[in-house]
C-alpha cells in the first residue's frame, strides 16, 4: 500500500481507458480517488448512464482499499473544477496526486470543414482544462510539500506532422509544454510534474481492467498494449521511488508501432 494516506484526482476516469484503470492500480496502491466524468453536451440519459457506470467503478475502487468521491464537472469550466477540487479536500483533506486525463475530442476533418467552436471545444478540454486542475491543486501540494502531477499528452504531439486532427494534437502538445514550463519551478516544493505521450492503445472491458489489477496473469500474456500499460507508469511516477522524476516525457509507443 505505497500510497496510503494520498489522495489522487483523476480526470475522465469513468470510461474504458487510462483514467479508470490508474484509478484502479492507485486505489490498489492504498490511495482514495476522485472519480470524475464530463457533464458537457451530455443528454439525460447519456448522464444517467454515465452516473451508473461511475457507481460501479467507485465500488471497484473501494474493494481495492481505496475511498472513492464521484464528482462530474466539465473541466472547461474553471467554476466547476474549483468546486471538484474543494470537495476533494473537503472529504479526503489534500488532493496529493493529480492526472489530467479528460480531453477533446478527435474529429478528422479537414482544416476548411473544422467550425470554430469545435476547435475552441477541443483546445478549452485540453489546455483549458489541466491548466484549471493544476491550478486549483497546486496551493495544497505547495503548502505540503509534497505532490504528484501527471498530464497525458499523445505520441508525436510535438512533432505533428498530419493534416488531420491539428485541433487535438495542438492541445495534446500543450500540455507537454506545461511539464517542460512548470516542472523547475514546482520540484523545490516537492511536486513532480510528468507528462505520458501514449500510441493509439486499446482499452479494457471492467473485468479486464479489475483482473490486471487483482492478478495480472492475462494482462502479462497481452499482445497489445493497453489501458494497464499506461497506468502501471502513472502508478510508478506517483511513488517514492520517482520523487526526483521530474519534467519527463514518457512515450508509449502504440498499436500501429507493434510488429
Not at 490498489?28 to 448522464?47: F, K, M, P, Q
Not at 467554476?79 to 488532493?95: E, L, P
Not at 520517482?242 to 502504440?254: D, L
Amino acid at each position: 500500500m505505497k500510497l496510503k494516506g494520498r489522495t489522487a484526482l483523476i480526470t475522465g476516469s469513468i470510461g474504458s481507458g487510462i483514467g479508470r484503470s490508474t484509478a484502479f492500480i492507485l486505489a490498489s496502491e492504498g490511495a482514495d480517488v476522485i472519480l470524475n466524468y464530463g457533464t458537457y453536451h451530455r443528454t439525460d440519459r447519456e448522464l444517467r448512464d454515465t452516473e451508473e457506470k461511475a457507481r460501479k467503478v467507485a465500488e471497484v475502487v473501494e474493494d481495492l482499499g481505496g475511498k472513492a468521491l464521484i464528482f462530474p464537472a466539465d473541466t472547461r469550466d474553471s467554476k466547476h473544477v474549483r468546486a471538484m477540487v474543494k470537495a476533494g479536500i473537503k472529504k479526503f483533506g489534500a488532493i496529493d496526486i493529480l492526472v489530467n486525463n479528460a480531453g477533446g475530442e478527435w474529429l478528422v476533418q479537414d482544416i476548411t470543414e473544422i467550425k470554430p467552436f469545435h476547435w475552441r471545444s477541443v483546445l478549452q478540454a485540453e489546455v483549458d482544462g489541466a491548466f484549471y486542475c493544476i491550478k486549483y491543486v497546486l496551493p495544497g501540494m505547495r503548502e505540503r510539500r509534497w505532490g504528484r502531477i501527471i498530464n497525458l499528452s499523445m505520441e508525436n504531439a510535438l512533432n505533428w506532422d498530419h493534416y488531420l486532427a491539428e485541433d487535438y494534437a495542438l492541445g495534446k502538445a500543450a500540455r507537454t509544454w506545461m511539464v517542460r514550463a512548470w516542472a523547475k519551478h514546482e520540484i523545490k516544493y516537492g511536486i513532480t510534474i510528468n507528462s505520458i505521450e501514449p500510441g493509439p492503445i486499446a482499452n479494457m472491458t471492467l473485468e479486464e481492467a479489475i483482473s490486471a489489477v487483482r492478478n495480472g496473469q492475462a494482462w502479462r500474456k497481452r499482445k497489445k498494449p493497453v489501458a494497464h500499460d499506461v497506468a502501471e507508469l502513472i502508478a510508478f511516477l506517483c511513488s517514492e521511488k520517482a520523487r526526483f522524476i521530474c519534467g519527463s516525457v514518457f512515450v508509449i509507443p502504440g498499436l500501429h508501432q507493434q510488429n
